[in-house]
């Protein structure tokens, strides 16, 4: 990233984003794996402003605690009814300066910029201080440019003002370089051009583009492009949010692809910007990888897969699943259709077959357990085999109690382990059993269980 000096930085997430046609605020919603505001402020943060200030409005206590959750050390300013960009920077930089003195540059930047980055953002800031600029605007040019302020420039490509498309009249519709709703300003100069800003406008709002024209009567007002189109797109609507977040995943996808990762089919692979992945891994269709998830090398995931904040050791295969917060260890196979809840940790050539369900479970290297079984609160030993259609009853209603089975055992199928209980080493069960108290090493236990046969206990009438 490029170098930058930043005294301030101000966030703008006062608004409600009424086209996103939703209960909460535009700035909380998720964009690969982290919300909008979370990714500008990460991205604002790595500039190391002196000050990080996010300007709050509609659902405030509930984007104010977002953003404290991002970072501790975040100033909330709350905007007061009158609406605008602009008056969200009035409303900022007076509660900053009542603070301190606020000197040198003024980073301000739209919260709805998911892919807004820390190196544009640093390009931006050295640009504005190289070229000696009393304001900088950063722009984009777009094919489309519906929706967005033109930048209109004079014949030495000045910045002369930014008309909102509201306000534009036919020529300066035709403009397709835009404003990104990012600015940098000498923080002086930014106080005398928001001192008068007026609201006559379509929108009745205190525009913080018009503040650029009262910069320019004070000082040099420049734009710098940003070099990625993508990195500067605003969402306002789920339209908008959608086509984004599909040509960022295309982008993911391609990374991986070209760092060693067989994707089969990328249009329906999901992958999250805090996922890594191991050389020659093989991602299938129809998976999605989210959160802090790590894949070892020579592991195959998916089809149909979810993997949530997993660990996929080297050569591990999971198949048509689900796996949140669990450790998959080396040559272990998962699935197909099996549900691993959080914190489970299997060693190595271990085994989660078909309709199995686990959480908090210890499973040991070489242990299987093929399938429609439960696990949960349970610690099973090296080289066991678990019968199908076994449980672990951990919940008494009140506490979850833990099971523990030792190495070498062999469980088979129908068995009920009512925690808290304990069994050996080297045991076996038998079909059907109901273990309710501890097995020493080396023993064979079963439940007797007599049957009851009763013949022609139906009525006539029903037979």
């Given at each position: 990233?490029?170098?930058?000096?930043?005294?301030?930085?101000?966030?703008?997430?006062?608004?409600?984003?009424?086209?996103?046609?939703?209960?909460?605020?535009?700035?909380?919603?998720?964009?690969?794996?982290?919300?909008?505001?979370?990714?500008?402020?990460?991205?604002?943060?790595?500039?190391?402003?002196?000050?990080?200030?996010?300007?709050?409005?509609?659902?405030?206590?509930?984007?104010?605690?977002?953003?404290?959750?991002?970072?501790?050390?975040?100033?909330?300013?709350?905007?007061?009814?009158?609406?605008?960009?602009?008056?969200?920077?009035?409303?900022?930089?007076?509660?900053?300066?009542?603070?301190?003195?606020?000197?040198?540059?003024?980073?301000?930047?739209?919260?709805?910029?998911?892919?807004?980055?820390?190196?544009?953002?640093?390009?931006?800031?050295?640009?504005?201080?190289?070229?000696?600029?009393?304001?900088?605007?950063?722009?984009?040019?777009?094919?489309?440019?519906?929706?967005?302020?033109?930048?209109?420039?004079?014949?030495?490509?000045?910045?002369?003002?930014?008309?909102?498309?509201?306000?534009?009249?036919?020529?300066?519709?035709?403009?397709?370089?835009?404003?990104?709703?990012?600015?940098?300003?000498?923080?002086?100069?930014?106080?005398?051009?928001?001192?008068?800003?007026?609201?006559?406008?379509?929108?009745?709002?205190?525009?913080?583009?018009?503040?650029?024209?009262?910069?320019?009567?004070?000082?040099?007002?420049?734009?710098?492009?940003?070099?990625?189109?993508?990195?500067?797109?605003?969402?306002?609507?789920?339209?908008?949010?959608?086509?984004?977040?599909?040509?960022?995943?295309?982008?993911?996808?391609?990374?991986?692809?070209?760092?060693?990762?067989?994707?089969?089919?990328?249009?329906?692979?999901?992958?999250?910007?805090?996922?890594?992945?191991?050389?020659?891994?093989?991602?299938?269709?129809?998976?999605?990888?989210?959160?802090?998830?790590?894949?070892?090398?020579?592991?195959?995931?998916?089809?149909?897969?979810?993997?949530?904040?997993?660990?996929?050791?080297?050569?591990?295969?999971?198949?048509?699943?689900?796996?949140?917060?669990?450790?998959?260890?080396?040559?272990?196979?998962?699935?197909?259709?099996?549900?691993?809840?959080?914190?489970?940790?299997?060693?190595?050539?271990?085994?989660?077959?078909?309709?199995?369900?686990?959480?908090?479970?210890?499973?040991?290297?070489?242990?299987?357990?093929?399938?429609?079984?439960?696990?949960g609160d349970a610690t099973l030993g090296d080289h066991t085999n678990i019968g199908g259609g076994t449980i672990t009853a951990n919940y008494d209603g009140v506490h979850k109690n833990r099971t523990t089975i030792g190495a070498g055992c062999h469980v088979g199928a129908g068995n009920l382990f009512v925690?808290?209980?304990?069994?050996?080493?080297?045991?076996?069960?038998?079909?059907?059993?109901?273990?309710?108290?501890?097995?020493?090493?080396?023993?064979?236990?079963?439940?007797?269980?007599?049957?009851?046969?009763?013949?022609?206990?139906?009525?006539?009438?029903?037979?």
């Open positions: 990233m490029a170098s930058s000096a930043v005294t301030a930085a101000i966030i703008l997430a006062a608004g409600e984003g009424t086209r996103m046609r939703s209960n909460k605020p535009k700035v909380l919603h998720t964009f690969a794996g982290r919300t909008f505001l979370n990714r500008v402020m990460d991205s604002v943060r790595a500039l190391d402003p002196s000050t990080l200030a996010v300007v709050v409005h509609f659902q405030a206590e509930r984007v104010a605690a977002a953003a404290r959750s991002y970072d501790e050390a975040v100033t909330i300013v709350n905007q007061d009814d009158i609406p605008g960009t602009g008056r969200a920077v009035q409303c900022a930089m007076a509660q900053l300066a009542a603070e301190g003195p606020v000197t040198g540059p003024v980073l301000i930047a739209a919260s709805d910029m998911p892919l807004l980055d820390a190196d544009t953002l640093g390009r931006l800031v050295a640009f504005h201080n190289e070229s000696g600029n009393g304001a900088t605007v950063l722009t984009t040019v777009l094919d489309d440019p519906t929706g967005y302020g033109r930048i209109i420039r004079d014949r030495e490509g000045n910045v002369l003002r930014i008309v909102e498309q509201k306000d534009a009249n036919r020529s300066e519709l035709a403009v397709q370089e835009v404003n990104t709703s990012v600015y940098v300003f000498d923080a002086e100069l930014l106080a005398r051009a928001i001192a008068d800003l007026k609201s006559n406008n379509a929108q009745g709002e205190f525009y913080l583009t018009d503040a650029l024209e009262t910069a320019r009567a004070n000082g040099k007002v420049g734009a710098f492009t940003a070099p990625d189109p993508l990195s500067v797109e605003g969402v306002n609507d789920r339209v908008q949010l959608a086509a984004l977040a599909k040509a960022h995943n295309r982008r993911v996808c391609e990374e991986w692809m070209r760092s060693g990762v067989t994707i089969l089919d990328p249009e329906t692979t999901w992958i999250e910007d805090d996922v890594e992945i191991g050389r020659d891994a093989t991602i299938l269709p129809g998976t999605f990888l989210q959160g802090r998830t790590v894949i070892g090398e020579n592991a195959v995931v998916g089809p149909y897969t979810t993997l949530i904040d997993a660990v996929v050791d080297a050569d591990a295969v999971v198949e048509r699943s689900r796996v949140q917060e669990s450790h998959i260890g080396r040559a272990t196979n998962i699935g197909p259709w099996t549900y691993l809840r959080q914190g489970n940790d299997f060693g190595e050539e271990a085994k989660a077959g078909a309709f199995v369900e686990m959480k908090k479970a210890h499973i040991g290297n070489g242990t299987k357990v093929p399938h429609l079984s439960y696990v925690a808290p209980v304990e069994v050996g080493d080297n045991v076996t069960t038998g079909a059907g059993s109901v273990v309710r108290h501890a097995v020493p090493d080396d023993t064979m236990v079963y439940s007797e269980n007599t049957q009851h046969n009763v013949e022609g206990w139906k009525p006539a009438w029903e037979r």
